[in-house]
């Protein structure tokens, strides 16, 4: 039997959860399969790739593009260039994409016009909402990609809603949480809490990297007086992504940032230290993606700051609250879930730490 060769593109931090529990899948078929990593640089610092490869237990990836950031033209292109090398040096069977970055769809149209067929992760997300880059990427990625992994059925009904072929489509669950589910013991000893004097649920966990949520200094200083009016029940921690840093800085919000109380400003963390403060947070405030996912198998309540959702089962069935980034909004919802009794959630079916055997099982039925 010929051993097939699978290319896993990872870009951005949330790319690395996903396809760390897919690479120790594929360990079990070594003998058929050979599975190469190739990062793209779209995101790239310490703490923001390595510390994730370390705390994943990845494999350093078998290529890294380094393109860098720039427009959203420009690293799309940057991108296409330089996997398209790759992709003719080692010729792949199979091209893996997860999510929803520019890397997801620069490798899928490269691929695809190589004639290399491609399977996505997390297909059929919709926000319906084309004002986000993300929006598009999902579209085109799975408009053109040869088999569509689900995890919710809101994206199987999405897909079959845009006139896919049913036999394209798998629900196979969430590799994110698989990570989760690899790491919570991990997660539990971590120290990074006692390092910043927390108790359980004194504080609320915040994370805040959108430009729509970041850009403009009207909207943080927004984020600045809710966190003061927060301030007066809970303590706040918020890992700055490199993005919100600079922006403080820019418009000159740093003296406002230091004037509140209990405001705790980290560096990004890795995984593992993340995920113990999401263990212990009291509610979560973000306009992340898969921390709306993470939150609903932990059952932690968590306020979505932005005007639409692409994972909806979150909401439906999960702990997940859509909340319209405007300041009065937002007060509102703070106060009415520290007085009164909390969502309670139920966990998504297949959200059991075993998507990526299911993945890997498919895989191997298209390939041999």
Request: aromatic fraction near 8%; hydrophobic fraction near 40%.
């Amino acid at each position: 039997m010929t051993k097939k060769k699978i290319i896993s593109v990872v870009g951005a931090r949330p790319n690395f959860m996903k396809v760390a529990p897919l690479h120790r899948a594929f360990q079990k078929f070594n003998d058929s399969i050979e599975h190469l990593i190739v990062h793209t640089g779209q995101h790239y610092d310490f703490s923001m790739s390595d510390a994730f490869f370390k705390d994943l237990e990845m494999p350093r990836p078998s290529y890294f593009l380094g393109v860098g950031s720039g427009t959203h033209a420009e690293q799309t292109a940057k991108i296409m260039i330089e996997f398209e090398n790759v992709c003719k040096e080692l010729k792949p069977d199979l091209v893996l994409v997860v999510g929803d970055v520019n890397s997801t769809v620069a490798c899928t149209l490269t691929a695809v016009k190589l004639g290399i067929k491609v399977a996505h992760i997390e297909s059929g997300l919709r926000s319906f909402d084309r004002s986000m880059p993300e929006e598009i990427n999902r579209i085109v990625t799975d408009s053109i990609c040869n088999y569509c992994f689900v995890t919710e059925q809101s994206g199987i009904d999405n897909l079959i809603h845009e006139g896919f072929d049913k036999e394209r489509i798998s629900f196979v669950g969430n590799t994110m949480i698989d990570s989760l589910i690899y790491e919570i013991e991990k997660a539990k000893n971590s120290q990074v809490r006692a390092s910043l004097n927390l108790a359980p649920k004194e504080y609320v966990l915040v994370t805040l990297h959108r430009p729509t949520n970041v850009d403009e200094p009207e909207r943080l200083e927004e984020f600045l007086r809710i966190f003061n009016h927060l301030s007066q029940f809970r303590k706040i921690v918020f890992p700055v992504h490199p993005r919100t840093r600079k922006n403080l800085k820019y418009f000159s919000l740093e003296k406002k940032v230091s004037e509140i109380e209990g405001l705790i400003l980290l560096e990004p963390l890795g995984y593992i230290d993340f995920l113990s403060l999401m263990l212990d947070a009291d509610f979560i405030m973000t306009d992340s993606g898969g921390i709306q996912e993470e939150s609903t198998y932990l059952k932690i309540p968590c306020l979505t700051l932005r005007t639409s959702t692409e994972r909806p089962v979150t909401i439906d069935i999960g702990t997940n609250i859509l909340v319209e980034p405007e300041e009065n909004k937002i007060i509102n919802v703070i106060n009415e879930i520290i007085k009164n009794p909390r969502k309670e959630g139920i966990i998504p079916k297949f959200w059991d730490g075993k998507a990526s055997d299911r993945i890997v099982d498919k895989i191997t039925g298209y390939l041999y």
